[in-house]
């Protein structure tokens, strides 16, 4: 894959963007396996969250490197079971916020008119979101950064298509670019519509453990790679 500079955002909005390895210190940083401890990956929801934002980057995270790089935790703003988009109900495993800060933040989308007005939600976002080593999102889960207040002006950023003139008008000082797969500024990533969160996933299984751990784990998963690449246009034919 090409690599262009977070930065280039503002000059080629139609462009894949994905960061200078050179200026990312967390490019190829990863486990150490002789620790037998995985990096924990915590999963925001809440109720009206979309099932495949959330359910997709979780599983390749959970079996990323036959599941020995990452343990992979549910997480909201406080106890109780919540009500995907749709039709499945999840009992989150933990508090966000309790506890250490993980390695990677994932904020899916969803009902994300409901996550901006829980107060508590937000400012947890905020502050685990600052503390976390990478901050995730996934679909309108991007308008959840821009009121956690984790998309600053120097970044560039992509949401679902039906969410990128809200997110413009959110973050105006953002370079909000329509059409790639993901955006990728080192430490935050923002990741298209739905099933785009799975495609970010990979990215960053790469980015954090290598090429041949990201082939195996979309092997695994049965997910074309094909596609697999931040220039990729949403909806673009295989």
């Known amino acids: 894959m090409t690599s262009t500079p977070a930065s280039d955002a503002h000059s080629d909005p139609s462009s894949g963007v994905e960061p200078d390895p050179s200026s990312d210190p967390s490019s190829g940083a990863h486990p150490d396996p002789s620790s037998g401890t995985p990096s924990e990956v915590q999963v925001v929801l809440w109720d009206g969250v979309e099932l495949l934002d959330f359910a997709g980057p979780g599983q ?5 490197d036959e ?3 990452f343990r992979v935790r549910t997480v909201a703003a406080r106890p109780g079971r919540i ?14 916020g309790e506890g250490r800060p993980p390695r990677v933040l994932v904020v899916p989308g969803g009902a994300s008119e409901t996550a901006i007005a829980d107060v508590e939600l937000i400012r ?5 979101g600052r503390e976390a080593e990478v901050v995730l999102s996934v679909c309108t889960g991007a308008l959840v950064l821009a009121a956690a207040g984790l998309l600053e002006d120097d970044m ?7 969410a990128v003139d809200r997110l413009r008008a959110a973050v105006p000082e953002v370079a909000v670019v329509e059409g790639p797969r993901w955006v990728d500024n ?13 495609d970010a996933a990979l990215h960053l299984v790469e980015r954090m453990l290598g090429a041949q751990v ?9 997910y074309s790679t094909g596609r697999f690449n931040a220039n990729d246009e949403v909806g673009e034919d295989e």
């Open 156 to 162: 560039g950023a992509t949401t679902w298509h039906g």
């Open 186 to 198: 080192g430490r935050v990533v923002t990741a298209a519509g739905v099933s785009a969160g799975i």
């Open 83 to 96: 009500r995907s988009q749709g039709f499945l109900t999840v009992e989150p495993e933990g508090i966000l």
């Open 124 to 128: 947890a976002v905020g502050r685990v």
């Open 67 to 69: 599941g020995r790089a």
């Open 60 to 64: 390749v995270f959970a079996c990323a």
């Open 214 to 222: 990201m082939r195996e784990t979309a092997r695994y998963m049965e």
